[in-house]
């Protein structure tokens, strides 16, 4: 029902700034909610930020809160992860992902989402 397809990552100094980007297509006008994880391997994937597809709440987790910007353009059907000061220990595989249902916990789990992007690497130097 709906397609994601995520862009935007790459190799980055730390310190350095880098802006993400989802685009969806198919039945969006039914999301509730668009949200970002990340994986390092190894590692579980974990909760980055989510945001309500009208754009009036949004949700980080604290160890990016004050450096990573979550927002959406609607024209455009598509979501946004602004990355700034950013840290060798950001360095995973972005995905974004997209819910028609409601969540009771600010969409902070990877179980309330429906639909998942392929993925993009950010690699932070060091």
């Known amino acids: 029902q709906v397609q994601l397809v995520e862009s935007g990552g790459g190799l980055v100094q730390a310190g350095g700034s880098l802006r993400l980007s989802c685009a969806a297509s198919?039945?969006?006008?039914?999301?509730?909610?668009m949200g970002w994880f990340r994986q390092a391997p190894g590692k579980e994937r974990e909760f980055v930020a989510a945001i309500s597809w009208s754009g009036t709440s949004t949700w980080y987790a604290e160890s990016v809160k004050g450096r990573f910007t979550i927002s959406r353009d609607k024209a455009k059907n598509t979501g946004y992860l602004q990355m700034n000061s950013l840290k060798p220990e950001d360095t995973a595989v972005y995905y974004c992902a997209t819910t028609f249902r409601r969540s009771l916990s600010g969409y902070r789990l990877a179980g309330d989402y429906d639909y998942w992007g392929q993925g993009t690497q950010v690699t932070v130097s060091s």
């Open positions: 198919g039945r969006t006008f039914s999301s509730n909610a």
